[in-house]
């Protein structure tokens, strides 16, 4: 139990170019969901708390314009990086909280590659 | 507010050796400690994590970490590594809102 799908699992894009990942739980509702990025080498950084039904929270620096978080189910929240540049490059991994489960455990998706040219 | 600090970037052991990965953390509260580990493009998947009650805790695999607030500490470790271990290693502190800020992250090489 506990799965958090993405898709796609990866993507190349052009610059200027938008595009949406999807973060699923398969067998489980989430009212919370987090979206991470991290560059290569390095740590997960936390973008923003996606809450069912509600405009998501950003962490300070990034552009809620640029990357628009919709969690419109208690299943699916999709993050959409608009007008793409190189530098958005990265991998972005979702995490999801079992919203009636016993324990506020992060359940982590498998990760998106972005590359922007 | 919390933080993380993972002590060694990269970590090299032999198979069959003890693997130590060591996390030093920050909080104001209380803290929900967390390891996790990660192959190369996938997400992450949880090792252990500690709550409250019982300062050692066993997680998947044969890791276990001992949780020592003395020491602000949440070393994770292993008696004989694998080959299969090699992989990187995060650390983790849960927040307000159960949010979770990561250590830098451990690389763990594993040589035959």
């Known amino acids: 139990g506990a799965v958090v799908s993405q898709h796609p699992s990866w993507v190349i894009c052009k610059s200027g170019t938008s595009v949406k990942i999807e973060c699923r739980s398969l067998?489980?509702?989430?009212?919370?969901m987090f979206w991470y990025r991290q560059f290569p080498k390095q740590s997960l950084m936390l973008m923003a708390t996606?809450?069912?039904?509600?405009?998501?929270?950003?962490e300070q620096g990034v552009e809620k314009d640029k990357f628009l978080i919709n969690h419109a189910s208690l299943t699916l929240s999709t993050l959409t990086v608009t007008s793409a540049h190189p530098e958005d490059s990265s991998f972005y991994i979702c995490?999801?909280?079992?919203?009636?489960?016993?324990?506020?455990?992060?359940?982590f998706g498998p990760g998106t590659r972005l590359t922007v040219t | 507010a919390q933080s993380v600090t993972q002590l060694g970037s990269h970590v090299s052991v032999s198979e069959g050796a003890l693997v130590l990965l060591r996390c030093n953390y920050s909080?104001?509260?209380?803290?929900?400690l967390f390891w996790y580990v990660q192959y190369p493009n996938q997400g992450l998947q949880l090792l252990l994590k500690?709550?409250?009650?019982?300062?050692l805790v066993k997680g998947i695999n044969g890791f276990e970490a001992e949780f020592k607030k003395s020491e602000t500490s949440f070393h994770l470790t292993k008696p004989s590594a694998h080959m299969s271990d090699a992989a990187e290693y995060f650390c983790?502190?849960?927040?307000?809102?159960?949010?979770?800020?990561f250590g830098g992250g451990t690389r763990l090489m594993v040589k035959p």
């Open positions: 995490s999801a909280i079992d919203a009636f489960g016993m324990s506020y455990e992060q359940y």
């Open positions: 067998d489980f509702q989430a009212t919370t």
């Open positions: 996606s809450n069912e039904g509600s405009k998501a929270t950003y």
């Open positions: 909080s104001s509260v209380p803290p929900y």
């Open positions: 500690y709550t409250t009650g019982a300062t």
């Open positions: 983790a502190v849960e927040g307000a809102g159960n949010m979770l800020t």
